[in-house]
């Protein structure tokens, strides 16, 4: 008899690095109406998911808040807290480009740029 795996929102972790932490802090002082960052995902790219990072303007109410630092809220889109569950957020330089990078244990493909994954 296997054991079925049960979700409960409640306990969903997602991290930010202190250069992920920064940059979010960048772009919420550059914002007058931005409550904290809003992290959703989308069925796009070339594995199936695309990561949809954006200022949280307007929040309908039903987001999961996590408080990842005392001036940064963190809220998850209810449709992506099962993919994004152990998530740590990062903000990376390589070369020319810097952009945030997911470090998602959920993740079992990503495409070869990066922007896409499959659970």
């Known amino acids: 008899m ?3 795996e049960t979700f409960s929102p409640s306990q969903i972790t997602v991290s930010m690095t202190d250069k992920a932490l920064d940059y979010a802090r960048k772009q919420l002082a550059s914002s007058q109406d931005a409550k904290g960052i809003l992290l959703g995902v989308k069925k796009s790219g070339c594995s199936g ?33 099962p993919y994004v569950n152990g998530t740590e957020i990062d903000y990376a330089t390589v070369g020319l480009n810097s952009s945030m990078v997911f470090n998602n244990p959920n993740a079992k493909d990503e495409c070869g740029c990066g922007e896409s994954f499959n659970i």
């Open 2 to 4: 296997s054991e079925v």
């Open 49 to 81: 998911f695309m990561y949809d990072l954006q200022l949280a303007k307007n929040i309908e109410g039903n987001e999961k808040l996590i408080q990842v630092a005392d001036d940064v809220s963190l809220y998850i889109t209810t449709e992506a807290l």
